[in-house]
């Protein structure tokens, strides 16, 4: 049985990673776009944006992370709400596959295309100056957190996914995201904010999850932001999928 469902689950992986190589406006989204934030970020507003001695591209590159699987994780809404709106989930559910393998396809498709795009983004930056400090357990505490936010966003797509009326809704979603994002320290320090803004960016969950991944990068770890970065992230991944499969058990009923 448990083979079986395994065997199911990567034939709807490799379904799902077929159309999202196949796709432009997937590429472009989840890729290009960080880049090009990235590109302007570093050399367009850097040399404005007061980061004390730290080097602006140290200080960019982990928010550019969360950003790119923040845009990669809006597909896995797209692409699972078409299958929900044009029948192909029906027909999925006519045949013997495992019904799990439907969503955990959706997932694993998501884990594994924003980790190759976020891989992308470092080793451009690595290309503009990036120069971390971390050393092998902080790069695997990064790389834990990294995937923990992957699920989380993930999970969170799927919800939108299953329950959008269109494509084009499903992917809404994503502008709470970026707005969190963009009201965080991700691209300038918290410091240089108004106080009501400052104070809303530094409690809300994206500035401890992108300042954790810093201060690992940077080698100068914060362990409380780290322990607080990953209950982020761990807790809403949790809620994120049990609320994914309720809602996709009374849609299959």
Not at 175 to 183: Q, W
Not at 198 to 215: D, G, H, L, W, Y
Not at 217 to 242: K, P
Request: one cysteine or more; charged letters at 10%; aromatic letters at 10%.
């Amino acid at each position: 049985m448990m083979r079986n469902n395994w065997n199911d689950m990567q034939v709807m992986v490799g379904r799902n990673m077929k159309h999202a190589f196949r796709s432009a406006d997937t590429i472009i989204t989840t890729i290009a776009m960080p880049l090009m934030i990235m590109l302007m970020f570093v050399y367009v507003f850097g040399g404005s944006i007061d980061t004390g001695s730290e080097n602006y591209i140290n200080y960019v590159v982990p928010g550019i992370m969360f950003l790119c699987i923040a845009m990669g994780s809006t597909y896995t809404a797209v692409r699972l709400n078409h299958d929900v709106t044009t029948g192909i989930i029906d027909r999925f559910h006519s045949m013997p596959i495992a019904k799990s393998s439907i969503l955990t396809g959706h997932v694993v498709t998501s884990v594994v295309f924003n980790l190759i795009s976020t891989l992308v983004v470092v080793l451009v930056a690595f290309l503009l100056g990036f120069r971390p400090e971390a050393g092998f357990v902080g790069w695997l505490v990064v790389i834990l957190i990294l995937l923990l936010f992957t699920l989380a966003m993930t999970w969170i797509a799927v919800i939108s996914g299953l329950i959008a009326k269109s494509a084009e809704g499903s992917g809404s979603f994503s502008y709470l995201i970026l707005l969190l994002l963009f009201v965080s320290s991700a691209f300038t320090p918290t410091d240089s904010m108004t106080k009501v803004v400052r104070a809303f960016a530094e409690n809300q969950p994206m500035t401890p999850i992108i300042e954790s991944v810093r201060s690992l990068l940077v080698g100068n770890v914060n362990t409380g932001e780290v322990w607080t970065a990953i209950a982020w992230c761990g807790g809403i991944f949790i809620v994120a999928m049990i609320a994914s499969m309720q809602i996709y058990k009374r849609r299959t009923e």
